[in-house]
């Protein structure tokens, strides 16, 4: 959801076999990649994986190639380089507000994200979606396992 003064947008969307994480960072690179213009933009976000990314982590990835202290390739990199790429082009204060308090905002977005899974499973059966699974997790074997499409959830954090 975007806000400008009296003005706001609102999308959403969504991807048969996913992680919640990955929607976040999704949602995130949508939304800043909207913005026609380089704007300060004051991000609110529900994810403490998507805040503390962007404000305590990024910098260390890319000095170190894009990997962690562990030297293992840092998750979901295709999407972090993304979201660095739609950062680029504004200024942007990043705000974590806490989920399912209340809050306008964030509500209206957690609505957004449930009627885009709705859309998902009304479009591919179950089978499909597990199938689609399947093949997501052969090709990210660090996702976990098939706990139902109810697993897949926005949770409100990270």
């Not at 996913?18 to 960072?25: D, F, I, S, V």
């Not at 972090?80 to 507000?97: E, I, P």
């Not at 899974?117 to 479009?123: G, L, Q, S, T």
């Amino acid at each position: 959801m975007l806000e400008y003064g009296v003005h706001r947008r609102e999308f959403s969307g969504g991807e048969v076999a996913t992680t919640n994480n990955r929607m976040e960072l999704r949602a995130a690179i949508e939304g800043l990649s909207a913005l026609k213009t380089p704007c300060r933009v004051e991000f609110f976000t529900d994810s403490q994986y998507v805040k503390n990314g962007m404000t305590l982590w990024i910098e260390g990835w890319k000095r170190k190639g894009w990997r962690m202290k562990s030297r293992k390739p840092v998750k979901n990199m295709d999407l972090w380089q993304a979201l660095d790429a739609a950062v680029a082009k504004h200024t942007v204060t990043w705000r974590w507000v806490k989920g399912h308090t209340g809050q306008a905002g964030n509500e209206c977005c957690d609505l957004l994200a449930n009627a885009a899974m709705d859309r998902i499973e009304e479009e591919f059966p179950s089978s499909q979606r597990a199938e689609a699974l399947k093949q997501f997790q052969a090709a990210s074997p660090s996702v976990p396992g098939w706990d139902g499409f109810d697993a897949l959830a926005p949770s409100g954090g990270a």
